[in-house]
Nanobody, 120 residues
């Protein structure tokens, strides 16, 4: 079983940037494909971005392509999500997860999430 702890969220103005981090423990992190997901109020959780275990491939939802970048540092057991040019519609709780299947299917090992609010 893997434990995931997300951090880095906050309140930011439209056009601003944030970097989220997800620290994993309890499982061999470096062998897992990882993903970021988000859930806005009143909506279902949706896929945001994914990265392979090697870091050689990434995949993004159309809504964030060109603005968000996923990366990983296996020495720190951490996966990151750099978010630029944030929009109000990016407001959500962001979660990371180990992917059950590439590139969009989570395994359900959710952490507590981190709140991102984009507002002027």
């Amino acid at each position: 079983q893997v434990q995931l702890v997300e951090s880095g969220g906050g309140l930011v103005q439209p056009g601003g940037s944030l970097r989220l981090a997800c620290v994993a423990s309890g499982r061999t992190f470096s062998r897992n494909n990882m993903g970021w997901f988000r859930q806005a109020p009143g909506k279902e959780r949706e896929f945001v971005a994914a990265i392979t275990w090697s870091g050689s491939s990434t995949y993004y939802a159309d809504s964030v392509k060109g603005r968000f970048t996923i990366s990983r540092d296996d020495a720190k057991n951490t996966v990151y999500l750099r978010m630029n040019n944030l929009k109000p519609e990016d407001t959500a709780v962001y979660y990371c997860d180990v992917l059950r299947t590439w590139p969009r299917t989570p395994s359900g090992s959710w952490g507590q999430g981190t709140q991102v609010t984009v507002s002027s």
